[in-house]
């Protein structure tokens, strides 16, 4: 932190990953004598100082797209003037011409530049958009220099001496930071609209909830149970999953216990029953949900209740310990659930992956390449 007394001035560095995130600090400091004045790159904040005020802040964005409509290119003029009868005023804005408003907290007043369901949908959905434009460029640049390295490999094929390696380095790069880099842009844009979408109200109210996310990657149902089991000794029980991710919500300690189900093993019972295993050559993507109707009607004759389900490969079910019967034979606790976490296709991929790199090693091991 740098600090000017004289002209009661003071610089922080912070990285906050929503805009919501954002204001709610800028008011923080506000009540403190500290204003939000100006933003560079996203992380250098100044501030000046003045007499402490409860400061309402609020940000949305204006960049227009390729091919603006009239209504597009105005819109920016209309809202500006639309907020200033409102009573805010335009702080600043930043390099992703992302503009923060402020004004002074009204006691019964409305303190929301966004106070209708509208309105917070028109803003929350101008991030997606925007974050989709910015993957496809660096999408767009990686297919780029992935062909002009074809090429050059290609010339380099006829013509040794144009071999250029550090170049091969720089695509590999490229391609792996731009990939990262627009798993980072989905995620904040689902996480800005999500946000934008509530009131401030609902907002504070589930920042201040007691619920939790725990990541864990658990391979087998025993572990999966032996993990639920206990966070609910915690006094949590389970809402949600995806891949790595459990979502829990705080309620006392109800001695449940967790199961997990799967199309393979619906089939087995399937066949136990003599009854047809569910399996549909049209259905490329996994989208059937025929073994998830036939597993919640098992589940719920054993005094299961359905939890959550991951996408077409996996169902979690939750019941009292002294209640449900066992919805699978215990041997398959310890079955390995990965084909149920990453799908089908993904395993695929992931044993081609493996595949083609024992391929390269012993193709470069042996000389041939």
């Known amino acids: 932190?740098?600090?000017?007394?004289?002209?009661?001035?003071?610089?922080?560095?912070?990285?906050?990953?929503?805009?919501?995130?954002?204001?709610?600090?800028?008011?923080?400091?506000?009540?403190?004598?500290?204003?939000?004045?100006?933003?560079?790159n996203g992380c250098l904040y100044t501030f000046e100082y003045g007499e402490p005020k409860n400061m309402m802040y609020e940000a949305d964005r204006f960049n227009l797209p390729k091919k603006p409509t009239l209504e597009e290119i105005r819109s920016k003029e209309l809202f500006?003037?639309?907020?200033?009868?409102m009573g805010w005023r335009e702080v600043t804005h930043d390099e992703m011409l992302n503009y923060y408003f402020c004004k002074e907290y009204e006691e019964g007043g409305i303190n929301e530049l966004y106070n209708d369901e509208a309105s917070r949908e028109q803003r929350a959905s101008k991030f997606p958009a925007y974050f989709k434009r910015k993957e496809k460029e660096a999408v767009f640049w990686g297919v780029v220099l992935i062909f002009l390295d074809i090429i050059l490999k290609i010339w380099a094929f006829f013509e040794p001496k144009m071999q250029m390696p550090w170049y091969d380095a720089f695509v590999l790069v490229y391609v792996l930071c731009s990939n990262l880099l627009a798993l980072c842009f989905w995620s904040v844009s689902d996480r800005m609209q999500a946000e934008f979408l509530l009131s401030r109200e609902e907002w504070e109210k589930k920042q201040k909830s007691t619920d939790?996310?725990?990541r864990r990657l658990i391979f087998t149902i025993r572990g999966l149970n032996r993990f639920l089991r206990k966070e609910e000794e915690k006094g949590y029980i389970l809402k949600g999953v995806t891949l790595t991710k459990y979502f829990f919500v705080k309620k006392e300690n109800s001695h449940q216990?967790?199961?997990?189900?799967?199309?393979?093993?619906?089939?087995?019972?399937q066949k136990e029953r003599k009854g047809g295993s569910f399996k549909d050559k049209k259905d490329k993507q996994g989208m059937n949900n025929d073994w998830q109707v036939q597993s919640l009607k098992d589940a719920e004759a054993k005094g299961w209740n359905f939890v959550c389900a991951l996408e077409n490969r996996a169902v979690i079910y939750r019941g009292d310990a002294k209640e449900v019967e066992p919805l699978n034979d215990a041997k398959y606790d310890n079955s390995f659930r990965g084909i149920s976490l990453v799908g089908d296709y993904g395993?695929?991929?992931?044993?081609?992956?493996?595949?083609?790199?024992?391929?390269?090693?012993?193709?470069?091991?042996?000389?041939?390449?």
Do not use: H
């Not at 216990?257 to 087995?268: G, H, P, Q, V």
């Open 1 to 40: 932190m740098v600090k000017d007394m004289e002209k009661q001035v003071i610089k922080k560095i912070r990285f906050i990953s929503t805009l919501r995130q954002e204001c709610q600090w800028f008011e923080e400091m506000a009540r403190q004598g500290w204003f939000f004045k100006n933003v560079v």
């Open 80 to 85: 500006m003037d639309m907020a200033e009868e």
């Open 212 to 214: 939790k996310t725990v």
């Open 257 to 269: 216990i967790y199961t997990m189900d799967s199309k393979w093993l619906t089939n087995r019972r």
């Open 347 to 369: 395993l695929m991929m992931i044993l081609a992956g493996i595949f083609g790199a024992v391929v390269g090693f012993l193709l470069v091991w042996f000389g041939i390449i």
